[in-house]
């Protein structure tokens, strides 16, 4: 595996390591239940995050590789830095479409100052550019105005909505779907 590092102004993104900081960094936003409501699952307890930190390592090392799962931490803390969020970039469909999808998810205590809007533009220069990508694809939850208007500042445009996208908690949620292609990337000043 090629570990990826990303470096934006405030922020790295780097891969997670199967240790109790990074389990309990994951754990302190998949097991909130105020981040979780606009997550696809239920809020997780700390032994799902150690599995999903093992399953983000073996997606690292599957050749070609297909999904990026990347922890997010604050660049002035260093190496060991407690990560903060956590940030996705998956190809989709067959390598010649050059498609993927992007998401991210921050600790409630890191929300409002910016964070998502630099990982959004972090993903979409290593996808556009690193990876080679044509098409960046984001869902999300029609109530979460904070990630759409992330969305939109990065450039990304609203395609439509998706009816009944999801089943959780015992109900029908609709999902936004969102898209940024290349040209549109690289016209954007600092793209």
């Known amino acids: 595996m090629d570990p990826v590092q990303l470096t934006g102004p405030r922020l790295t993104i780097r891969e997670f390591h199967h240790v109790p ?27 799902d995050c150690a599995d999903q930190v093992a399953l ?77 990508l044509h098409r960046l694809a984001a869902r999300l939850d029609p109530e979460n105005l904070a990630s759409a208007r992330v969305l939109r500042k990065v450039g990304f445009q609203l395609e439509g909505r998706i009816r009944h996208d999801l089943f959780l908690r015992g109900r029908w949620y609709d999902a936004l779907q969102y898209s940024l292609l290349e040209d549109e990337w690289l016209d954007r000043p600092g793209g």
């Open 56 to 132: 983000y390592l073996e997606e690292a090392e599957r050749d070609p590789r297909t999904v990026y799962r990347l922890a997010v931490t604050i660049t002035a803390e260093g190496e060991d830095a407690v990560p903060i969020g956590n940030a996705v970039l998956g190809i989709e469909g067959a390598e010649s479409q050059r498609a993927a999808f992007i998401g991210y998810a921050l600790r409630r205590d890191t929300w409002g100052f910016g964070y998502a809007t630099e990982i959004a533009r972090l993903l979409c220069g290593f996808g556009f550019g690193t990876l080679g």
């Open 21 to 47: 900081r990074d389990i309990d960094a994951l754990h302190a936003i998949f097991g909130d239940p105020e981040t979780a409501r606009y997550l696809p699952f239920e809020p997780r307890d700390r032994e």
